[in-house]
């Protein structure tokens, strides 16, 4: 541990005479155990280069060698040695230089440093692993990385040795998080959509999406259970809400009556007695001229899914809305509205009862 020669980084140099007849010339039997301790001492302590004629040092010593050269090192990692001497050129990676006086300087990386490397390549992975380990898509994955929930680390902050600069144990505390005591629900069960769904394809508005993954990141938007396959593409949500985050119908809020009469292919006091009434809701627009009545199209729907006007079905069938409403009589349906004389309505699922129980 006192060698003489501490300016180079040849063992033989560096250890003196009396370890190169040590492990040269005295093969006696009687010399083992010295010989051992001396190995084990070398192995353990030295940071340099071992002669290739000594390698038999690494046999005779009960202990786990300490120091690695690069191409050792790179070997134990599973990594090319020109990544490791780029990360100790650059000092990612931290190695020790003994033989500073040749024009060609050998690195040698202790276990330590060895073990903190191989911890740190363990730990990250590429985009294609960590959306395979959450279980979801990669357009999900993309929306994940945009809001936030997922922020890989700037690859000039990690060691050359990293397949990804996405954190494995990120990942998990992730999906802990969103998985935590959730109940297990069936997936297909109407009013739930599961993460790994949440895409594009429910929302051209990108910044929506990114803005609805924001929500289930702080809270705003809980997951409701997860479909048991433990994975956070699994974590289950209410389709109310996420329809709430991602629905845009800003190109129709402000429809007016005249332009649903059009689209339904009703006359105009048809809607505004289904106004009057309450049946769909409408609200002044204050920043049009004269402040008209408008309709937005998310109401429009629900009001059709609900009801459907005597007129369109009329038409439909070839018949008129006299002839319609006797029908319905027979068959004991109400319908809403006579007494206006226009926009009369009868309910989807009346007339749905009705031929269900003659049927």
């Known amino acids: 541990q006192a060698p003489e020669n501490a300016g180079t980084g040849s063992v033989s140099r560096r250890l003196g005479t009396w370890y190169r007849f040590l492990f040269r010339r005295f093969q006696h ?43 050792e090192a790179a070997r134990e990692l599973g990594v090319r040695s020109e990544r490791l001497a780029a990360g100790v050129d650059d000092g990612r990676i931290q190695a020790s230089v003994p033989d500073s006086g040749t024009l060609y300087r050998q690195r040698f990386l202790h276990r330590s440093e060895i073990e903190r490397l191989r911890a740190i390549r363990d730990d990250f992975c590429d985009d294609n692993a960590a959306a395979k380990f959450l279980g979801v898509p990669h357009s999900v994955f993309g929306i994940l990385k945009e809001a936030g929930l997922i922020q890989p680390v700037d690859d000039a902050d990690l060691p050359p040795v990293t397949r990804g600069c996405v954190s ?48 289930i990141a702080d809270g705003a938007v809980a997951p409701v259970g997860h479909d048991g396959t433990g994975s956070a ?12 985050r991602i629905a845009s119908f800003s190109f129709a809020a402000d429809l007016t009556m005249q332009q649903v009469s059009d689209l339904v292919g009703v006359h105009y006091d048809a809607v ?70 226009r926009g009369v309505l009868v309910r989807i699922r009346d007339m749905v009862h009705a031929e269900a129980s003659t049927s």
């Not at 004269?290 to 937005?296: D, Q, S, T, W």
């Open 29 to 71: 039997p009687a010399y083992q155990a010295f010989r051992t301790a001396a190995a084990n001492c070398i192995v353990q302590i030295h940071d340099g280069p071992i002669d290739a004629r000594m390698r038999d040092l690494h046999a005779l010593a009960t202990v786990k060698k300490e120091w690695f050269s690069v191409a």
């Open 272 to 341: 505004k007695v289904w106004v009057d009434s309450g049946l769909l809701p409408a609200c002044r627009a204050p920043d049009r001229q004269g402040r008209p009545l408008v309709i937005e199209l998310r109401d429009l729907v629900a009001f059709l899914l609900e009801f459907s006007p005597l007129s369109c079905l009329a038409a439909q069938m070839g018949s008129s809305s006299r002839g319609i409403t006797d029908t319905l009589s027979r068959r004991q349906v109400s319908v809403m509205g006579k007494e206006a004389k």
């Open 168 to 215: 494995h144990s990120a990942l998990q505390a992730l999906a802990a998080r969103l998985l935590a005591e959730r109940p297990v629900l069936d997936p297909s069960a109407f009013g739930l959509v599961a993460l790994r769904d949440l895409n594009l394809r429910r929302t051209t508005d990108r910044q929506r999406l990114v803005s609805l993954f924001r929500a």
């Open 233 to 244: 593409g699994g974590v289950l949500l209410s389709k109310e809400d996420v329809q709430t």
